[in-house]
């Protein structure tokens, strides 16, 4: 099945959803979610549809939102599909698919690690990766890192002026893009 | 050395110093601290063709038995503090190498969120081996150079004047 196929099917299934189907210049068309819809949708694509495998789940910072990415999989039929939802800046929240697919658990705290996106209905929703007390999420465009943790310093001091040198710091954007595929 | 009959057996006439240090420096056990690809070098120095066990060296997994810390790989925040508390288990007299750019200064990972930016930082290093990875001849290298350093150390005095503080 092609993208435009399974798009096709799931607004059979779902005619209510206000899912697009987003054209790619390079790559395969993916699915634009509303997060409300979010649990629908990937129901209904495990159940009627066949996608059972979720490969990757993932988390964006698009500067202007927040976005969650669902690379789909269906083991039987051969076929994958990206399915993505925008989330606003402000309060980045979504429903959790740890109830569908088990593996969502560790991908959503990830991404809730990293970025702070919340996901409701989790359960277990606490740090991954970085250390329990840490403040901030660090993989934001915004992120400031803080200037030691438990006595460590954060940079070596003698090292400023080569690195800002070899390394340039990022710019801030003061237009963000809109999210492009 | 010149040896003198002191009547029954045989005494050899040195100094502490070198008694202490000549034993350490020749069972340098070292803990196995291996956070990245620097570990697969590691192994590899171990292995037939540089033998660290024609040193006298043997890897531990325990920090109780080691004398060596071998830092070989990068060290984030999270693992820092494990890294601090290994080297407060170890006995004196007790030594660090970091191996590799990523345990000297952080290397790749200088703009990074969350590797430490040397372990320096979080323990006292005796040497720094750069390399990304070091070849198993620099890592033997770096060995010799800590069995060099023993060789120059005092550890006599030093007991002296750490019983002399704690005295106090």
């Known amino acids: ?181 | 050395m010149v040896e003198y009959d002191w009547g029954e057996g045989l005494a050899i006439p040195t100094k502490v110093d070198w008694l202490l240090n000549w034993p350490r420096k020749n069972s340098l056990w070292y803990l196995l601290f291996a956070t990245a690809c620097c570990g697969i070098e590691l192994m590899q120095t171990g292995g037939p063709r540089t033998d660290l066990d024609r040193f006298g060296m043997v890897f531990r997994a325990s920090p109780r038995q080691a004398d060596l810390l071998l830092v070989a790989g990068a060290v984030t925040y999270k693992m820092a503090e494990a890294v601090r508390k290994l080297y407060d288990q170890m006995p004196e007299p007790k030594y660090v190498l970091a191996m590799g750019s990523c345990a000297n200064c952080g290397g790749l990972f200088q703009r990074s969120y969350s590797v430490v930016k040397g372990i320096d930082k979080v323990v006292p290093v005796d040497v720094y081996l750069p390399g990304c990875p070091p070849r198993p001849e620099a890592l033997n290298e770096a060995l010799i150079t800590i069995q060099k350093r023993i060789e120059k150390d005092h550890w006599a005095q030093r007991m002296k004047t750490d019983s002399e503080v704690l005295a106090q």
């Not at chain 1, 987003?22 to 996608?51: C, F, H, N, Y």
């Not at chain 1, 800046?89 to 996106?117: M, Q, T």
């Open chain 1, 1 to 181: 099945m092609t993208p435009d196929e399974i798009f096709a099917a799931l607004q059979q299934q779902l005619p209510d959803v206000g899912c697009e189907l987003q054209k790619s210049q390079v790559g395969d068309a993916w699915i634009l979610v509303p997060p409300k819809d979010i649990l629908r949708v990937l129901t209904s694509l495990r159940d009627e549809l066949g996608m059972n495998y979720l490969a990757c789940l993932s988390g964006v910072d698009y500067e202007s939102s927040f976005g969650v990415v669902y690379q789909l999989r269906s083991l039987a039929k051969k076929t994958e599909i990206t399915v993505k939802s925008l989330l606003s800046k402000e309060n980045p929240v979504i429903e959790s698919v740890s109830g569908l697919y088990a593996v969502a658990d560790w991908f959503e705290r990830e991404a809730f690690d990293l970025l702070g996106i919340q996901f409701e209905n989790h359960g277990d929703l606490r740090r991954i990766m970085m250390p329990d007390d840490w403040i901030g999420h660090p993989l934001r465009k915004d992120y400031q890192p803080p200037d030691e943790y438990h006595g460590i310093p954060f940079e070596r001091p003698d090292s400023h002026a080569l690195l800002d040198e070899l390394f340039p710091r990022r710019e801030v954007v003061e237009n963000p893009p809109e999210p492009t595929a």
